[in-house]
């Protein structure tokens, strides 16, 4: 028995940390770039209106930019609703070439301009998997992004029940996530390194480890999370180093762009599970309950997460 364990600590140590990380946390790639999939084999990816700019900017992508605008000229549109349209295709295409490659899910994003509108957001998250639908892309494989304000969450609900998966996005604060729970939704998306920078910016200081204020704030709604068996999935985002992905080992999901995944993949050193849903069960922690009124407070009693939001 005692050689069994010994041979598998070996065949562990031969794992680079992504394959070891893979071992208890779903690995999303953070970009648009096909080539980067391939090669690190993320389970899911999340893409947002930027990195599908840049990767359009690349000669291999600039096809399906012109794929697009040559099949909407036909659409009868003009002016700002022909650029909607085609922006709207544009991801949706991207979306459907990125699930032909990974196993799991895509994200794709709704327009930033409408994080304060209910009824606009959930327009918009219902067109977008019209249109993957019509490429005959399941809606289960597609998380729609949407803002975690509270008009957000609220469309966010609604969707839900309508079977549109939602990744909450722009999260920085507990009252945000535990909204989010009420809500039902698919999954979250608390950023660690924009809460990094505020921290470094306002504290004048750098972070590292344990203390970084983004691992803290992600560790936070994960125990909050498993105390309480929520289902929906935590996903932390939004990296600066790779320290910050290794304390967060054992996280349900964590998207990361490929230059990280490609300095985890280049190091063999152990990797420790940091975060386990049984170390969440033995924690002391109250139950928040939120209103509209207290979540608005809460948030802009945070200073960080009401600049960071508003950002």
Not at 29 to 43: G, I, L, V, Y
Not at 47 to 57: D, F, R
Not at 76 to 86: F, K, M, P, Y
Not at 226 to 248: C, W, Y
Request: hydrophobic fraction near 35%.
């Amino acid at each position: 028995m005692s050689t069994v364990v010994a041979e598998e600590k070996r065949t562990e140590t031969k794992l680079n940390q992504l394959e070891q990380l893979k071992k208890f946390t779903k690995i999303v790639a953070d970009t648009a770039d096909f080539e980067s999939m391939r090669q690190f084999k993320p389970q899911d990816a999340t893409t947002n209106p930027s990195l599908v700019y840049a990767a359009t900017q690349k000669p291999e992508y600039a096809h399906l930019l012109e794929e697009v605008l040559n099949d909407r000229k036909k659409s009868g549109l003009s002016g700002a609703s022909q650029i909607e349209d085609i922006c709207d295709h544009l991801l949706v295409h991207f979306g459907c070439d990125i699930l032909e490659i990974l196993p799991g899910r895509v994200s794709t994003e709704t327009d930033a301009r409408l994080s304060f509108d209910v009824e606009g957001s959930i327009r918009k998250a219902r067109r977008l998997v019209q249109l993957y639908e019509e490429r005959k892309i399941p809606r289960e494989r597609v998380l729609i992004k949407v803002a975690s304000t509270w008009e957000g969450i609220n469309a966010a609900e609604q969707l839900t029940k309508e079977g549109i998966r939602c990744n909450l996005t722009l999260m920085f604060s507990l009252p945000q996530a535990v909204r989010c729970a009420e809500a039902k939704v698919q999954l979250i998306s608390p950023f660690v390194g924009r809460i990094y920078d505020w921290y470094k910016k306002e504290m004048k200081r750098d972070y590292t480890g344990p203390e970084d204020p983004g691992v803290q704030s992600v560790t936070e709604i994960y125990m909050y999370y498993k105390k309480f068996d929520i289902p929906t999935e935590v996903m932390g985002a939004s990296f600066r180093n790779a320290s910050q992905i290794r304390e967060l080992a054992g996280c349900d999901c964590l998207t990361i762009s490929p230059e990280l995944m490609k300095e985890l993949s280049e190091s063999f050193e152990p990797i420790e599970r940091k975060l386990n849903p049984g170390k969440a069960k033995g924690a002391k922690i109250d139950r928040l309950e939120l209103d509209e009124k207290k979540f608005r407070w809460m948030l802009n009693d945070n200073a960080m997460a009401y600049e960071k939001t508003g950002e």
